[in-house]
Structure formats: structure tokens, C-alpha cells
């Protein structure tokens, strides 16, 4: 599948390359409190494979979870991967996830914010929580899974904001970060955030998909905030691309 900017995509593919070992599965050991790999983590991997220069590449995967996304980078032809979450259960996840994988994947336990500063990479992938989420007093049912992994505050953007300001610091100039996330949480303030840092910035693809359990349980809470149309019952994932200008 070739991926452009501002291209609506077919589904994504459940393979990531050509070989059989790298797919987009649920974990090998399924733990609860890790997010299992979804539509968001499958438009990020096909988007990944249309990224140039990606074999031979030192990659970076932020807010990896069960480092689907390491992995893939790993099968499609990086150099060597560094995966990084604040969860300690989705860390062990994404080791054995990667544990057999073509090249070195560094797993590391800890926030984003801190690896500024700890090197730069041509290829950087962050598929972070996104999904706006409603004061426990607005009265909607919470749902079951690793609210940790999808939950960031009633814009969605509490970690889509402070990733695009440091952005800049992961790229080795000319290389690529892909960012995924919902319509809902604003993909215009991403792509201008992305921008105001110096990087290019563009929506390289989009794909719409029925509402699971977690968006279903809030579509009232989120047509209350005139964030979904009434009686709609689809989201729309966007992928961000920002790219880091060639040093003159």
C-alpha cells in the first residue's frame, strides 16, 4: 500500500514486511494492563513502511506498549531500535515481543521527556494516548483495559502536547516522526505545534473505524462537548508526519 499526504487509506494490513515473523499480533503473553495492538497500531506500521530511509536507520518508539512498533521497525530494516513507556508490565511485553527481533532493541522503562538529550534518530513513532476523557463526575462509565494507555484529559492532548514541543530534540536532521492519534484530539494543533518547533508537519494518512468499547461508552459525553456529530459512531485516525529539515 503506498501512503501519501492527506490519502484516505484502505484497511491496513496485518503484516508489516514481507517476512512471516513481523505482524501485527496481540502479545505472546497477554497482559491486561498493556494495550494490545489495534487499528491505530496497524495504520502506524503501514505508514512506517512508506517511510524513506528506514533500513539501516536508528529508530526510536515512544509510548511503545507492546512494542508492536519496535518490532516493526525492526523487521522492515532499522539499524537498531530504543522502545520506551512508563509502564513497567508493557516494558516486559515489548522485551518479549522483540526478544527475537533482526537487530538490537534497547527496551526502556521511563517517561518520553527524558530521553532528550540521549541521542537522535533518523525514525521516531509514537502511537500515545489520545483519546479525550471525561471527569469521573460527568457521569460516564468507565472501561475496562489499561486506561493509562489511551486516556489524556478532556482535549486528549495531555501528552500529544508536551511530545510535539520536544520533537525536534529526537531527529537527526532529515529524519521522520510519525505520530498517530484521533480526530478528536485535535490534528490541526498538532501538525501547527510540530511546525512552530521548526519541523515540517503534514497529515500523511487517515482511516476511519467503528467505535470500540472505550469510544462508544463516551460518544454521549463527547456529542455533550460537540466533538463527534449525534448519531455518529465512527472515529477517524490520523497519522502525523513531521520532518526535520536537511542541515544547509
Given at each position: 500500500?503506498?501512503?501519501?499526504?492527506?490519502?484516505?487509506?484502505?484497511?491496513?494490513?496485518?503484516?508489516?514486511?514481507?517476512?512471516?515473523?513481523?505482524?501485527?499480533?496481540?502479545?505472546?503473553?497477554?497482559?491486561?494492563?498493556?494495550?494490545?495492538?489495534?487499528?491505530?497500531?496497524?495504520?502506524?506500521?503501514?505508514?512506517?513502511?512508506?517511510?524513506?530511509?528506514?533500513?539501516?536507520?536508528?529508530?526510536?518508539?515512544?509510548?511503545?506498549?507492546?512494542?508492536?512498533?519496535?518490532?516493526?521497525?525492526?523487521?522492515?530494516?532499522?539499524?537498531?531500535?530504543?522502545?520506551?513507556?512508563?509502564?513497567?508490565?508493557?516494558?516486559r511485553?515489548?522485551?518479549?515481543?522483540?526478544?527475537?527481533?533482526?537487530?538490537?532493541?534497547?527496551?526502556?522503562?521511563?517517561?518520553?521527556?527524558?530521553?532528550?538529550?540521549?541521542?537522535?534518530?533518523?525514525?521516531?513513532?509514537?502511537?500515545p494516548?489520545?483519546?479525550?476523557?471525561?471527569?469521573?463526575?460527568?457521569?460516564?462509565?468507565?472501561?475496562?483495559?489499561?486506561?493509562h494507555?489511551?486516556?489524556?484529559?478532556?482535549?486528549?492532548?495531555?501528552?500529544?502536547?508536551?511530545?510535539?514541543?520536544?520533537?525536534?530534540?529526537?531527529?537527526?536532521?532529515?529524519?521522520?516522526?510519525?505520530?498517530?492519534?484521533?480526530?478528536?484530539?485535535?490534528?490541526?494543533?498538532?501538525?501547527?505545534?510540530?511546525?512552530?518547533?521548526?519541523?515540517?508537519?503534514?497529515?500523511?494518512?487517515?482511516?476511519?473505524v467503528?467505535?470500540?468499547?472505550?469510544?462508544?461508552?463516551?460518544?454521549?459525553?463527547?456529542?455533550r462537548?460537540?466533538?463527534?456529530?449525534?448519531?455518529?459512531?465512527?472515529?477517524?485516525?490520523?497519522?502525523?508526519?513531521?520532518?526535520?529539515?536537511?542541515?544547509?
Open positions: 500500500m503506498t501512503l501519501s499526504f492527506e490519502q484516505t487509506v484502505p484497511e491496513p494490513s496485518s503484516h508489516v514486511g514481507g517476512s512471516d515473523q513481523a505482524q501485527v499480533d496481540p502479545d505472546p503473553v497477554y497482559r491486561p494492563e498493556v494495550y494490545q495492538p489495534q487499528e491505530d497500531s496497524r495504520l502506524l506500521v503501514d505508514c512506517l513502511r512508506a517511510v524513506p530511509g528506514l533500513i539501516g536507520a536508528r529508530a526510536l518508539d515512544l509510548c511503545t506498549g507492546s512494542g508492536v512498533l519496535a518490532q516493526a521497525a525492526a523487521h522492515l530494516g532499522a539499524r537498531s531500535v530504543v522502545a520506551v513507556d512508563l509502564s513497567e508490565a508493557a516494558v511485553s515489548a522485551r518479549e515481543r522483540c526478544r527475537d527481533a533482526p537487530c538490537q532493541v534497547e527496551v526502556r522503562l521511563g517517561r518520553f521527556q527524558d530521553q532528550v538529550g540521549r541521542g537522535r534518530y533518523d525514525v521516531v513513532t509514537c502511537n494516548p489520545y483519546v479525550p476523557a471525561p471527569d469521573p463526575r460527568d457521569g460516564v462509565e468507565a472501561s475496562p483495559g489499561p486506561a494507555a489511551w486516556d489524556a484529559g478532556p482535549d486528549g492532548r495531555a501528552v500529544l502536547d508536551p511530545l510535539c514541543a520536544v520533537a525536534a530534540e529526537f531527529l537527526e536532521p532529515g529524519g521522520t516522526m510519525l505520530v498517530v492519534q484521533s480526530e478528536f484530539a485535535d490534528v490541526t494543533a498538532t501538525v501547527r505545534a510540530l511546525r512552530a518547533t521548526g519541523l515540517h508537519a503534514d497529515v500523511m494518512a487517515r482511516w476511519s467503528p467505535f470500540g468499547p472505550v469510544m462508544t461508552a463516551r460518544a454521549d459525553w463527547l456529542e462537548r460537540g466533538l463527534l456529530e449525534y448519531g455518529c459512531r465512527t472515529e477517524g485516525l490520523v497519522v502525523v508526519r513531521a520532518v526535520k529539515r536537511d542541515v544547509a
